[in-house]
């Protein structure tokens, strides 16, 4: 069987650094920190009192009153990216197959702030359980998707994608693969979380995983850094609309890349810590290249996982270096989460995003906040820091890793290369 060749030819998103597509590609141009002491919690006796938070978010901005209370921050963050990006792929919705389109979306853990909200008023009260009666659907992860598909009337596929960090990636490839099997037309995919919380930042904190740099929060993503301490927890959503080559040339559509392969691999070592040989990281990316048909030499920009904890960073740098060889000194390697911070279940989405914008600007983002190096990490490597650099990008890679020893991976190539 023949597989269909799958674009992107849409996006959307809401970051820390912009909450459109250009202002994000802004702040990733630019270097920007998007991280600040937090504004939605009293955090002042939590060990870390910072975040990556939306900035300028206001939900009356995009839904009524009635409807945003239906709705948990990170289902209102799927509905806002997504519409971005089918308003960007110029999808006339009256004349799609909406049987043939389908919503793959990705998060972690989906309604946190509803879920410890209701825990929170029923211990409060006096025992008697009165819960809101949208406390479940508000909550469940795969309601992002279905309120996606029933704003549009997409009656295609249907569901969330759940592998902690590593989802909206997984959410990614299983797209690619309905598409390139001639399941659908098109796909809405991509991933949003909302985890800037009581109990998300309490949580991560008691798992020590966290930065704790409270007196210089906008430095304190810092990957690859000798002096990193933990990663610094981040909102929002990332949203891509993959299609069928031939169903986006027939309308038209812009083209901002094609989807070459997707890989997918499990650590099998530990529930949070990465194995310290990359062996997992190494062959998740061996996997992606063979699914695309490439060789690794053809890679030229790898948009790292790159979280700033200390075994992590090591970890990855190990198997990039073991998969690529020689040529490893040849990539642009980099963390855009050093500016957004850690997305969890939407980091994915948005890092293949930024890998396609560099793509389309020949311009490769910095990793920020570098000043210390890691004896740890080979010299060699170009993890483009503090500045970005410009190169013309043919072939990037999009890296993304879970608790749960989930690994995910994305290969995307420029159509005219």
């Known amino acids: 069987m023949e597989l269909k060749r ?18 994000y590609w802004d702040g990733l141009k630019n270097g920007k920190s998007g991280c600040a002491p937090i504004t939605y919690f009293d955090a002042e006796k939590f060990k870390t009192q910072f975040a990556c938070e939306l900035k300028n978010f206001d939900s009356e901005d995009h839904f009524d009153r009635k409807e945003a209370r239906r709705l948990d921050r990170f289902a209102q963050y799927a509905l806002v990216s997504s519409d971005e990006a089918i308003k960007d792929a110029g999808i006339n919705l009256n004349e ?33 359980p009165r819960f809101n009666p949208f406390f479940i659907p508000k909550m469940i992860a795969d309601i992002a998707p279905g309120n996606i598909s029933i704003k549009h009337g997409f009656m295609g596929p249907n569901y969330t994608t759940v592998s902690a960090c590593a989802s909206s990636a997984n959410a990614m490839i299983d797209a690619l693969n309905y598409i390139r099997l001639g399941h659908c037309d098109v796909i809405v995919t991509g991933g949003s979380e909302a985890a800037v919380t009581l109990a998300g930042m309490g949580g991560f904190n008691a798992m020590h995983a966290l930065s704790t740099r409270n007196e210089s929060p906008e430095t304190a993503s810092r990957p690859f850094d000798a002096t990193r ?3 610094v927890l981040g ?9 069928e080559y031939e169903h986006a040339k027939a309308r038209g559509a812009k083209i901002y890349a094609e989807v070459l392969g997707g890989g997918m691999s499990s650590d ?21 290249l063979r699914d695309a048909g490439m060789t690794p030499n053809q ?5 790292t996982h790159g979280t700033s904890t200390p075994l992590g960073d090591v970890a990855e740098l190990k198997a990039i270096t073991k998969v690529f060889g020689e040529h490893a000194k040849n990539i642009n390697i980099n963390s855009t989460k050093s500016m957004t911070g850690h997305l969890l279940g939407a980091a994915g989405a948005i890092e293949a995003i930024a890998s396609i914008l560099a793509m389309e600007h ?16 080979d010299g060699s490597l170009n993890l483009t820091l503090n500045k970005a650099e410009k190169r013309e990008i043919k072939v990037a890679m999009s890296n993304t890793f879970g608790f749960g020893g989930h690994n995910a991976c994305v290969l995307f190539k420029k159509l005219d290369a």
């Open 96 to 128: 799609v197959d909406k049987f043939r389109v389908g919503v793959i979306w990705g998060a972690g853990i989906g309604g946190l702030e509803t879920f410890q909200n209701e825990v929170i008023n029923f211990a409060e009260g006096d025992g008697t």
């Open 6 to 23: 799958v674009v992107v030819t849409g996006l959307g998103a809401l970051t820390p650094i912009g909450n459109t597509i250009s202002e």
């Open 229 to 231: 301490d933990g990663f």
């Open 362 to 377: 020949s311009l490769i983002p910095p990793t920020i906040n570098h000043t210390t190096v890691d004896e740890n990490i």
């Open 235 to 243: 909102e929002g959503a990332g949203a891509l609309i993959l299609e």
């Open 268 to 288: 099998a070592y530990h529930m949070t810590a990465p194995h310290p040989d990359g062996i997992g990281v190494e062959r998740v990316m061996l996997n992606c």
């Open 299 to 303: 890679v030229d920009h790898i948009n």
